[in-house]
């Protein structure tokens, strides 16, 4: 029985590269969509009087039918937005309202169909009845909708989003990365080195300067270490906390989210991918795009394999990242042209 276990053991050493199982937390696809299952079972336990008079199996159909096609494009036309260079200065909530607000203006008309096909009828409306099946109805509906829908999906949309952001940021969630092996030495700290012992002999006096210090000039500023400048500015590197320095290892691309690996730990934020490449570049990170949601820096990759069956870039920790088949060439090209290759 020993053997068995012993080998399965081995295998899941070989699979997790050495390194214990961690638990991952949920991508922020995987958590919105929580989000939107528990918005469509709140919906149909309260009963909104626009799902009166359906079975509860139906209404939560009638629920999921309206919310979850809005999700979806909404998570399309942000992940557009946020990679769009004229939008680079826009605050990301903005670009979360305007992705909210015109999921839900093309949402009105599929809403709008659905009631008519179902013969819902608002019981908030004195009156009301259900939409006779012509186009004038329809059109009129639709009208009217336009005006209250998009600015209901913007908030919505803000407030998903943010809940994502909220539960991702909590001290549980957050995965430190061990150091790489052959990396960049960890900071030692500043100690002050312990006064020498009083021997009972005074020491020497300091030799008084030859010329007294001119205090009318500021004196010179030191001069900033070789490399890339990282000071804290605008944009991605502005967005990390202190504690995860400034050593990014490689980004994941999720739509709008961007998850930021550094030798500290990881962060996921609201950025574009191109945008952050775009920015790295500019201060002399040398690195790639290996895949289409994956840039990796190239001080952090120990070699490629490009002969196996699945491509991959080999971090120094024995990490892989995928290499798409489409960048195969590109990705050896410029890991070759690096000084450090």
Same mark, same amino acid.
């Given at each position: ?31 919105? %969509?929580? %989000? ?63 992705? $909210? ?7 009105? #008309? ?17 009156? @009301? ?13 639709? @009208? ?10 913007? /908030? ?5 989003? +943010? ?14 990365? %061990? ?8 900071? *030692? #700290? ?14 020497? #006096?300091?030799?008084? #300067? ?26 991605? /590197? ?35 991918? $191109?945008?952050?490449?775009?920015? /790295? ?21 120990? *070699? ?32 070759? +042209?690096?000084?450090?290759?």
């Amino acid at each position: 029985m020993r053997r068995p276990i012993s080998h399965i053991h081995q295998r899941w050493i070989q699979f997790t590269n050495g390194s214990p199982a961690q638990a991952r937390p949920l991508s922020p696809a995987a958590q919105l %969509a929580c %989000a939107g299952a528990l918005l469509v079972l709140t919906l149909t336990l309260i009963e909104p009087a626009s799902a009166v008079g359906l079975p509860w199996w139906q209404q939560a159909a009638f629920q999921a039918a309206h919310i979850a096609p809005g999700m979806a494009l909404a998570w399309v036309v942000s992940g557009w937005l946020f990679e769009r260079a004229a939008l680079r200065r826009w605050p990301g909530w903005a670009l979360l309202a305007l992705a $909210g607000a015109v999921a839900g203006a093309v949402l009105v #008309p599929w809403s709008v169909a659905l009631e008519m096909a179902l013969g819902v009828v608002d019981l908030d409306e004195p009156g @009301s009845a259900p939409l006779p099946h012509t186009a004038e109805a329809w059109w009129r509906e639709v @009208s009217e909708e336009w005006l209250h829908v998009p600015p209901r999906t913007a /908030l919505l949309w803000m407030a998903m989003n +943010q809940w994502v952001l909220w539960r991702t940021r909590q001290p549980e969630a957050l995965q430190p990365t %061990a150091p790489e092996p052959g990396g960049p030495p960890a900071p *030692k #700290p500043d100690r002050t080195p312990d006064p020498a012992p009083d021997l009972g002999v005074a020491p020497d #006096p300091a030799p008084a #300067p030859d010329v007294a210090p001119d205090l009318s000039t500021p004196p010179t500023p030191p001069a900033p270490p070789a490399g890339p400048s990282l000071a804290k500015g605008t944009g991605l /590197l502005a967005q990390l906390p202190a504690r995860l320095g400034r050593d990014i290892v490689h980004l994941e691309s999720q739509q709008h989210y961007l998850r930021v690996v550094t030798t500290r730990g990881e962060h996921l934020l609201l950025h574009g991918l $191109g945008t952050a490449m775009a920015e /790295l570049a500019a201060r002399g990170i040398s690195g790639a795009q290996i895949h289409r949601s994956v840039w990796v820096a190239w001080a952090h990759v120990e *070699k490629l394999d490009l002969r196996s069956t699945a491509p991959a870039a080999v971090l120094r920790g024995g990490q892989r990242l995928p290499i798409g088949r489409r960048r195969l060439r590109e990705v050896a090209e410029a890991w070759h +042209q690096w000084p450090g290759a």
